[in-house]
């Protein structure tokens, strides 16, 4: 790949499997990228397994950690900036200034907020985070990504088809906005929206696929994002490269990403894989 980049991850960290950092950093080193991981929280797994330990970063530490980058010169040097999972509501506040004080440096890096609060109808982060993502981080973001029910939750708009994922991307109103698990008949789909278009990936379902899809599959699509290089391009390969592992993984606990690794640098090709575009201006007149 051309021009590796400096990437900052502010989110959860666990000592087994791979989820939030955990995922996130291999698939962007794979990828060529320096990645610089901040947890936001530390467990020994994901909270999914029985008996899992660990606790939420504190907010005076995660501070103290953001701060010592901008000591330290990091900031300076940051070419993009990717948030997930949060510890706390109070988290926010501090990602929100470390992404202002990046941006304020003169190399306007990328934003990308993954939201990951919650699934299947349900929320799973800690008290008011997702009103704090909502009120501090989403209007700072260049990029967003989230499955139908946390874009659906954020715009008040619920999601259960293509063309709701559409009204609820443009609610949003951000640059460029990401909505995963979209029903599309026997199919997932993968939409990302622009101002005037929209690109549908769609995939097979895979019955069983461990935790981390997520995470793995934004890290994927903004590694390939903050080179500049097309979109189309960037989501197809984050698509193809994040079903592969999956599929891969069907029924397990964790992904095989370290089994699979290969796939995140060269892509499978996907049997039953689509790319649609959608010319949002024409929708828009009828």
Same mark, same amino acid.
């Given at each position: 790949?051309s021009?590796?980049?400096?990437?900052?991850?502010?989110?959860?960290?666990?000592?087994?499997?791979?989820?939030?950092n955990a995922?996130?950093?291999?698939?962007?080193q794979?990828?060529g990228?320096?990645?610089? %991981?901040?947890?936001?929280?530390?467990?020994?797994?994901?909270?999914?397994?029985?008996?899992? %330990?660990?606790e939420?970063?504190?907010?005076p530490?995660?501070?103290?950690? &953001?701060d010592? #980058?901008?000591?330290?010169?990091r900031?300076?040097?940051?070419?993009?900036?990717?948030?997930?999972y949060?510890?706390?509501?109070?988290?926010?506040?501090l990602v929100?200034?470390?992404?202002?004080? %990046?941006?304020?440096?003169?190399?306007t890096?990328?934003?990308c907020?993954? +939201?990951?609060f919650?699934?299947?109808?349900?929320?799973?982060?800690?008290?008011?985070? %997702?009103?704090?993502m909502?009120?501090?981080? &989403? $209007?700072?973001?260049?990029?967003v990504?989230?499955?139908?029910?946390?874009?659906?939750?954020?715009?008040?708009?619920?999601?259960?088809?293509?063309? +709701?994922?559409?009204?609820?991307?443009? /609610?949003?109103?951000?640059?460029?906005?990401?909505?995963?698990?979209?029903p599309?008949?026997?199919?997932?789909?993968? #939409?990302?929206?622009t101002r005037?278009?929209?690109? &549908?990936?769609? +995939? $097979?379902?895979?019955? /069983?696929p461990?935790h981390?899809?997520?995470?793995?599959f934004?890290?994927?699509?903004?590694?390939?994002m903050? +080179?500049?290089?097309a979109?189309?391009?960037?989501?197809?390969s /984050?698509v193809?490269?994040?079903?592969?592992?999956?599929?891969?993984?069907?029924?397990?606990?964790?992904?095989?990403?370290?089994?699979?690794?290969?796939?995140?640098?060269?892509? $499978?090709d996907?049997?039953?894989?689509?790319l649609?575009?959608?010319?949002?201006?024409?929708?828009?007149?009828?």
């Open positions: 790949m021009s590796p980049k400096a990437i900052l991850s502010v989110q959860s960290e666990v000592v087994t499997g791979h989820v939030g995922a996130a950093r291999f698939a962007l794979r990828l990228h320096e990645v610089w %991981a901040v947890p936001t929280v530390l467990l020994s797994s994901h909270a999914g397994h029985k008996g899992f %330990a660990g939420a970063t504190t907010a530490l995660l501070g103290k950690l &953001l010592a #980058l901008g000591t330290q010169g900031l300076a040097e940051t070419d993009a900036v990717l948030s997930g949060l510890g706390s509501a109070e988290q926010a506040a929100a200034g470390v992404v202002t004080r %990046a941006k304020a440096n003169g190399r890096p990328l934003y907020l993954d +939201t990951a919650g699934d299947d109808g349900r929320v799973y982060a800690g008290p008011g985070v %997702a009103d704090a909502r009120d501090l981080l &989403l $209007p700072l973001a260049d990029i990504r989230g499955n139908a029910f946390e874009i659906g939750t954020l715009s008040g708009i619920e999601i259960i088809d293509v063309d +709701t994922a559409i009204l609820a991307a443009a /609610a949003l109103a951000r640059p460029i906005v990401v909505v995963t698990s979209v599309v008949d026997d199919e997932l789909g993968t #939409l990302l929206a005037d278009r929209a690109l &549908l990936a769609t +995939t $097979p379902r895979i019955a /069983a461990p981390g899809a997520g995470d793995l934004t890290a994927l699509l903004f590694g390939h903050v +080179t500049g290089g979109v189309d391009t960037a989501l197809q /984050a193809r490269s994040t079903y592969h592992i999956l599929a891969a993984s069907d029924g397990a606990h964790e992904m095989a990403l370290i089994a699979e690794q290969a796939a995140l640098v060269e892509p $499978p996907l049997v039953g894989f689509a649609t575009a959608i010319d949002l201006r024409k929708r828009a007149h009828g």
